[in-house]
């Protein structure tokens, strides 16, 4: 599985320490992308540029557990509607 991570910055801000950054996530085997973007984030210290990442991260982690939430309630439906439908059939 190769998943890469692209990051774009751009309207840099030097003197306010500030840019617009935006994360996309690609994975090749699903063909799934997720997109990311911040506006006029601060990057001055190290310390706001890791914020910055772990919000990137946890905004990922949120879209998996939204998707795997999605996913299970689509599978009990199917399930349900083949075990309404089948029953019928008798």
Not at 27 to 47: L, Q, R, V, W
């Amino acid at each position: 599985m190769a998943i890469t991570w692209d990051i774009s910055i751009t309207n840099v801000d030097v003197d306010q320490k500030r840019a617009d950054i935006r994360f996309t996530r690609t994975d090749d085997i699903t063909d799934a992308t997720e997109s990311y973007g911040f506006s006029k984030a601060i990057i001055e210290t190290g310390e706001e540029r890791t914020a910055l990442l772990n919000q990137a991260w946890q905004n990922h982690l949120d879209a998996v557990a939204k998707q795997t939430a999605v996913d299970a309630f689509i599978t009990n439906l199917e399930q349900l509607a083949k075990a309404n439908l089948e029953a019928r059939e008798v």
